[in-house]
């Protein structure tokens, strides 16, 4: 049923695009990809939201300034080139000549600051530069300034960030606009336009190749180099039934699966038309919220840990054993360079006995507990449902409410009591890009007075985490890695629930598929 239901409204769609042809000849030579995207896209803006699609969103529509090359090396991107002095304390910038914003306005260097400014103020990275003093100046329509009080080793990683909160380069008039709320309007200058009039949320979203983006000479590379799209068209088709979507990519009427439901991986890597890849690294997170009861107590959150068998969410998840680790100590990506086990050991194997006796220590009652369960994303939904029954091994009253993936972002940024509409507990997943630092961790970076739901704070991490960024001497650099990680353990602003490779898929005609780098859906390197 949900297959006739899927491929009715392709059928209708292909007479009205018969019907077109009639009338306007020029569209039978419109390319356009077809793709599934992982979630319906409903946040237009990668600055206030950490989520994957919205992040994905903002990579279609705009650029950054510099961009990671395929060996994670920070390029210039918007950017042409930068100085800075030998105290590592001024740094100038100057922008390519003749950027513009998908409506022909050029890009200044006004536009750049008030976009790194607005950056500043929500990303790990961006805060931790704040706190060594930074200080964005416009100079002149290309030029700009950084000014730091003390020296900070990350400034063009930071600016190359990835996930989480890239830096996207926004006109100034929009990125001057309060943040507490996305923002109402797109325009960028990267390689597609978004076309808001075809939009349909929850079905939807078109995007048109942008005549005013100015392509870098380099080839692409990563993030990196030229994002001059092969597709005159893409579409972003939301279909949450794995049935449809992977008979749709079979049949040929998409091309393109951005994050392949797990148990269709054997099946797909089968069939001689289409094409499986891996999609990096990524890492289970289940958080918790810290303002209320009962996670506002650590004991409550390592009793929690303390249950936790990775193997079983993994394999839960329906991972095949080749893409997926038994078990990894590290908060930080197991195989990355800053992979330890410091802290690990109290949590290798579940224990619950341990876990119902702190449980009881942190004043636990039998009071409800809300968990955010995803119904549209199997592998969230498996993820969740291993949760909940994890928590009620364990003693827990679980109330497991179902909702779409896009209302559990809206739903987890709520800050009020579980029973006047918030939450307790939600699951996710995170990239290499958001899991292998300190401060790239989305919740290890996360420091007191966050506003990444959860809320979680915890001092001593902070100093850690300071000392860690500061400390330029690699043997100290390790231990203080490790002293923050068993401090991790302590506070547990979440909890690794496994380590595993995700996958994507498409039709093997497509082209450019092995440079897609870690599973980020960079479309412009593909083609037909």
């Not at 078109?206 to 893409?234: C, I, Q, T, W």
């Not at 194997?349 to 409800?368: F, I, M, N, T, V």
């Not at 009620?392 to 993936?405: F, H, K, L, P, T």
Request: one cysteine or more; charged letters at 20%; a positive charge.
């Amino acid at each position: 049923m949900m297959k006739r239901r899927f491929l009715a409204p392709l059928a209708s769609a292909a007479l009205m695009a018969s019907a077109l042809l009639v009338s306007a000849p020029a569209l039978a030579q419109t390319k356009t990809l077809k793709v599934v995207a992982h979630a319906d896209v409903k946040i237009l803006d990668p600055t206030f939201t950490t989520a994957y699609i919205s992040r994905n969103f903002g990579y279609m529509v705009y650029d950054t300034l510099y961009a990671q090359d395929s060996k994670g090396v920070p390029r210039p991107q918007m950017a042409e080139k930068h100085t800075v002095s030998k105290d590592g304390l001024h740094w100038t910038f100057t922008l390519r000549p003749g950027l513009k914003f998908s409506d022909g306005s050029p890009v200044t260097s006004a536009d750049a600051v008030a976009s790194l400014q607005r950056w500043g103020a929500r990303d790990s990275i961006g805060r931790a530069m704040g706190n060594a003093g930074a200080q964005w100046k416009a100079v002149d329509a290309r030029n700009f300034t950084l000014t730091l009080k003390e020296p900070f080793g990350m400034v063009l990683e930071g600016l190359a960030k990835p996930s989480g909160f890239p830096p996207v380069i926004l006109p100034e008039r929009l990125a001057r606009m309060p943040t507490n709320a996305p923002l109402p309007e797109v325009l960028g200058s990267g390689p597609f336009i978004f076309k808001r009039d075809e939009w349909v949320p929850g079905n939807k979203a078109v995007f048109v190749k942008n005549p005013n983006y100015v392509a870098r000479s380099e080839p692409p590379n990563g993030l990196s180099g030229s994002k001059k799209p092969h597709f005159d068209r893409v579409e972003w088709l939301y279909l949450p039934d794995a049935n449809s979507a992977t008979a749709a990519l079979k049949n040929g009427e998409v091309d393109y699966i951005e994050q392949v439901p797990p148990d269709y991986i054997t099946p797909l890597r089968s069939d001689p038309n289409v094409k499986v890849y891996p999609a990096g690294s990524w890492q289970g997170f289940l958080v918790m919220n810290e303002l209320h009861p009962p996670f506002n107590n650590p004991k409550a959150r390592q009793a929690l840990a303390h249950a936790v068998s990775q193997e079983r969410f993994t394999a839960g998840m329906g991972y095949p054993l080749d893409m997926r680790v038994t078990y990894c100590p590290t908060f930080f990506i197991c195989g990355s360079p800053n992979e330890t086990a410091a802290g690990a050991e109290p949590f290798r194997k579940p224990d619950l006995a341990k876990a119902r006796q702190l449980l009881a220590e942190s004043g636990y009652k039998g009071e409800k507990v809300v968990v955010l369960v995803p119904s549209d994303v199997t592998y969230l939904n498996a993820e969740a449902l291993m949760a909940v029954q994890t928590m009620r091994s364990i003693g827990m009253n679980v109330d497991a409410q179902n909702m779409d993936w896009a209302s559990i972002g809206a739903r987890r940024a709520k800050k009020d009591a579980p029973e006047a509409g918030g939450w307790n507990v939600y699951v996710t997943v995170a990239g290499e890009f958001d899991v292998d630092s300190p401060i790239t961790n989305a919740y290890l970076s996360a420091a007191c007075g966050t506003t990444l739901p959860g809320w979680p704070c915890d001092k001593k991490l902070d100093e850690l985490r300071t000392a860690w960024l500061k400390e330029t001497v690699p043997a100290r650099r390790k231990e203080l890695l490790d002293a923050f990680q068993v401090q991790a353990y302590q506070a547990l602003p979440y909890i690794n629930l496994g380590q595993y490779s995700p996958a994507f898929a498409a039709r093997s005609d497509l082209k450019g598929l092995d440079k897609m780098w870690r599973g980020l859906p960079t479309v412009w390197m593909l083609d037909r």
